[in-house]
């Protein structure tokens, strides 16, 4: 007798719930696959949280005070704006908040996914270790398929000195309290170029 080949729980798992993570659980699960999504922090991932959507709004900001200091051009006399550095937060913040539910747990659910919370570790090629973020047992899972959507983290750079004086990354810029008073950024990325510019229009 042939013997008999356990069932995968999944057709398809996704570690990682940032931009490439949740496109294809959507896609899979509108597919009608059996697909869970695995993420250890925040839905959304970078491009949502630290990424793309917050510099875009904060850049926003910044083109909007450089067209009114350059309204003279056109005969419109203005004064010079005044930065309301909390009104400027509340605009990222309320932005990425508009966005967020396009990425919850709630809509993915909806479309058929399963979502877990937790850290993923393999146990062999087709098997997963979902070790659970608020203490709970480690759940095992079995998939066809394996997708890794693990993201990104912002890198220190090794340059004698930088880790004795404070710093910023794209993980802690968006969160300061008030405006810096000067700005040095090393690296001309998209993020880079984008905190640059928006910081010297604002």
Same mark, same amino acid.
């Given at each position: 007798?042939?013997?008999?080949?356990? +069932?995968?729980?999944?057709?398809?798992? &996704?570690?990682?719930?940032?931009?490439?993570?949740?496109?294809?659980?959507?896609?899979?699960?509108?597919?009608?696959?059996? &697909?869970?999504?695995?993420? #250890?922090?925040? +839905?959304?991932?970078?491009?949502?949280?630290?990424?793309?959507?917050? =510099?875009?709004?904060?850049?926003? $900001?910044?083109?909007?005070?450089?067209? @009114?200091?350059?309204? !003279?051009?056109?005969?419109?006399?203005?004064?010079?704006?005044?930065?309301?550095?909390? $009104? &400027?937060?509340?605009?990222?913040?309320?932005?990425? $908040?508009?966005?967020?539910? +396009?990425?919850?747990? @709630?809509?993915?659910?909806?479309?058929?996914?399963?979502?877990?919370?937790?850290?993923?570790?393999?146990?062999?090629? /087709?098997?997963? /270790?979902?070790?659970?973020?608020? !203490?709970?047992?480690?759940? #095992?899972?079995? $998939?066809?398929?394996?997708?890794?959507?693990?993201?990104?983290?912002?890198?220190?750079?090794?340059?004698?000195?930088? @880790?004795? &004086?404070?710093?910023?990354?794209?993980?802690?810029?968006? =969160?300061?309290?008030?405006?810096?008073?000067?700005?040095?950024?090393?690296?001309?990325?998209?993020?880079?170029?984008? +905190?640059?510019?928006?910081?010297?229009?604002?």
């Amino acid at each position: 007798a042939t013997p008999r080949v356990a +069932m995968p729980d999944f057709d398809l798992v &996704v570690i990682g719930a940032g931009a490439a993570g949740l496109s294809v659980t959507a896609v899979a699960a509108q597919l009608g696959l059996r &697909v869970a999504l695995i993420e #250890r922090d925040r +839905m959304g991932g970078d491009c949502l949280n630290t990424g793309c959507v917050p =510099s875009k709004a904060l850049l926003a $900001a910044a083109h909007a005070a450089q067209a @009114a200091r350059a309204a !003279g051009r056109f005969g419109i006399r203005l004064p010079e704006p005044v930065i309301d550095w909390g $009104a &400027v937060r509340a605009h990222v913040t309320g932005t990425i $908040a508009a966005i967020a539910p +396009m990425d919850s747990e @709630a809509r993915f659910r909806a479309l058929g996914a399963e979502v877990l919370r937790g850290e993923a570790r393999f146990l062999d090629p /087709g098997t997963l /270790g979902i070790a659970g973020t608020r !203490g709970s047992e480690e759940r #095992r899972l079995t $998939a066809r398929r394996i997708v890794i959507a693990a993201g990104s983290r912002a890198a220190i750079p090794p340059i004698p000195g930088l @880790a004795e &004086v404070p710093h910023l990354t794209n993980e802690t810029l968006f =969160s300061l309290a008030h405006p810096p008073e000067h700005l040095l950024i090393l690296g001309g990325g998209p993020i880079g170029l984008e +905190m640059a510019t928006a910081h010297a229009g604002l």
